[in-house]
């Protein structure tokens, strides 16, 4: 079978998914959950305009679907989700839609953060957080303290974020350690870059979900999804709830991980 046939028998299987949630939960191995789920929240946009609303609507919708993934992240005791909600190149927004944006993450931080501690949520934000206004800095700060003592779930807040800079940001520090004498050039490795990037400490991503059907990485996590899952569904982000995530679940444990290697068996 040719590649369109692959995509047409997957996209058709996709379709033909069930969306009763304890149908899926039972299609579920607990043993073999995601230790770390990444998710690019697109489509905000065409969702609100395809119902004649201004794009923040769609942002708006989309603060709900986050709610709920992080919920069932929890309830699944899957360890870290990361969701991306500012890139560095959002800045090349309207002036309104950032404003619109930033405030909406420090209405989220201050409704949101006494469920997200109740729930064993931490909060880690990952990003140039020292390039944001202070109200927004403030919201960050409240936000992690508040959620500091999380064991569930640790969820990374991409904001001011870009992949690149995250790693010029490791270069930079991993440079100083040099030139101090804290490292040695031979020492650097694989290990000592990853523990230099926001995410240290932190299992590289298993699963990646895009939505809005864009087949592309945007600037997210580049080092850490070296070995990822992708998952692209063309479902928008304000409508991607529990059952999305879900069916991305199943999906995700139907997949051969190789690492490079062989399929098992030849
Ligand atoms: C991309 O959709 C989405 C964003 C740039 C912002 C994502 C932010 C949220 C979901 C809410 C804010 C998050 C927090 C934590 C409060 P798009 O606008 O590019 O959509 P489009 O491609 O359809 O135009």
Do not use: C
């Not at 942002?59 to 890139?87: C, W």
Request: aromatic share 8%; charged share 30%.
């Amino acid at each position: 079978m040719g590649l369109k046939g692959i995509v047409s028998r997957r996209r058709i299987a996709e379709a033909k998914m069930t969306r009763d949630e304890d149908v899926l939960k039972s299609r579920l191995d607990p043993s073999r959950l995601p230790r770390h789920v990444a998710v690019i929240m697109d489509g905000n946009g065409r969702w609100a305009l395809k119902r004649g609303f201004p794009r923040t609507v769609g942002h708006q919708k989309g603060v709900d679907s986050l709610r709920e993934v992080v919920r069932l992240s929890a309830e699944l005791n899957i360890p870290v989700l990361s969701a991306y909600a500012f890139s560095t190149e959002n800045w090349r927004r309207p002036p309104e839609e950032i404003t619109f944006l930033m405030d909406l993450f420090v209405d989220y931080a201050g409704k949101e953060s006494e469920e997200l501690k109740r729930n064993g949520v931490k909060v880690r934000v990952i990003g140039r957080v020292e390039g944001l206004s202070p109200h927004v800095s403030e919201a960050i700060r409240m936000l992690e303290e508040t959620t500091r003592g999380g064991r569930v779930l640790v969820l990374n807040l991409a904001v001011n974020y870009g992949a690149r800079w995250e790693i010029v940001d490791a270069v930079k520090a991993i440079t100083e350690k040099v030139w101090s004498g804290k490292l040695k050039p031979e020492d650097i490795d694989e290990t000592v870059v990853s523990d230099h990037l926001y995410t240290s400490g932190l299992p590289d991503p298993d699963l990646l979900i895009r939505p809005a059907g864009e087949f592309r990485l945007s600037n997210f996590l580049l080092w850490q999804l070296a070995y990822t899952e992708f998952y692209v569904t063309p479902v928008l982000w304000p409508d991607f709830g529990r059952v999305e995530f879900l069916q991305a679940l199943v999906h995700y444990q139907r997949r051969e991980r190789r690492y490079g290697g062989l399929k098992r068996g030849l």
